[in-house]
């Protein structure tokens, strides 16, 4: 069983900046891991994923502005999120599955972690 845990979530001005962290208990090396969020009323949308070879993925509302990273000698993953904007609101979900290959479909990654709320004002 792999846990994830997020942090660095919080409020900021539009055009300001946030890094998220996900430490988690197995390692990420051999797997997919990336980060989904979703805003009240809204469906959930895939931000970014990153294969352990190196692959990116990026959702079009946030290609340009985030970037995902991780360092897999200290299980961790990150997405740096540069001019954030009111829309990026939404509590952001870490998520890993067991394979290296990354999917578009969240119903696909069986480790979710609690989720980190980003507030982002106008």
């Known amino acids: 069983q792999v846990q994830l845990v997020e942090s660095g979530g919080g409020s900021v001005q539009a055009g300001g900046s946030l890094r998220l962290s996900c430490t988690t208990s197995?390692?990420?090396?051999?797997?997919?891991m990336g980060w989904f969020r979703q805003a009240p009323g809204k469906e959930r949308e895939r931000v970014a994923l990153?294969?352990?070879?190196?692959?990116?993925y990026y959702g079009d509302a946030v290609k340009g502005r985030f970037t995902i990273s991780r360092d897999d000698a200290k299980d961790t993953l990150y997405l740096q999120m540069d001019s954030l904007q009111p829309d990026d609101t939404a509590m952001y979900y870490c998520?890993?599955?067991?394979?290296?290959?990354?999917?578009?479909?969240?119903?696909?990654?069986?480790?979710w972690g609690q989720g980190t709320q980003v507030t982002v004002s106008s």
């Open positions: 197995g390692s990420t090396s051999r797997r997919c």
């Open positions: 990153m294969e352990n070879y190196g692959s990116k």
């Open positions: 998520v890993a599955r067991d394979v290296w290959a990354c999917a578009a479909d969240s119903r696909l990654y069986p480790y």
